[in-house]
């Protein structure tokens, strides 16, 4: 998405850090995933528009949704 297409510009309103699984932690594991969603008026992320672009593993997608 090009900022230049938005009303506004985004800013952050809170930011979570997810928990990294624990399995992945164990076993010395790093990871990288990419996500696509759309943010509503109001600052959300409509769960419904959201989607795994590239994971290393399937378990940190389930740790960022």
């Given at each position: 998405m090009d900022v230049r297409l938005v009303d506004k510009?985004?800013?952050v309103l809170r930011s979570e850090n997810p928990r990294f699984p624990e399995a992945?932690?164990?076993r010395g594991q790093n990871g990288r995933i990419v996500?696509?969603?759309v943010v509503d008026t109001l600052?959300?992320?409509e769960m419904s528009e959201f989607t795994v672009v590239d994971a290393t593993d399937a378990q940190l997608a389930d740790?960022?949704?």
């Amino acid at each position: 998405m090009d900022v230049r297409l938005v009303d506004k510009p985004p800013r952050v309103l809170r930011s979570e850090n997810p928990r990294f699984p624990e399995a992945l932690r164990s076993r010395g594991q790093n990871g990288r995933i990419v996500v696509q969603f759309v943010v509503d008026t109001l600052g959300r992320a409509e769960m419904s528009e959201f989607t795994v672009v590239d994971a290393t593993d399937a378990q940190l997608a389930d740790a960022v949704r």
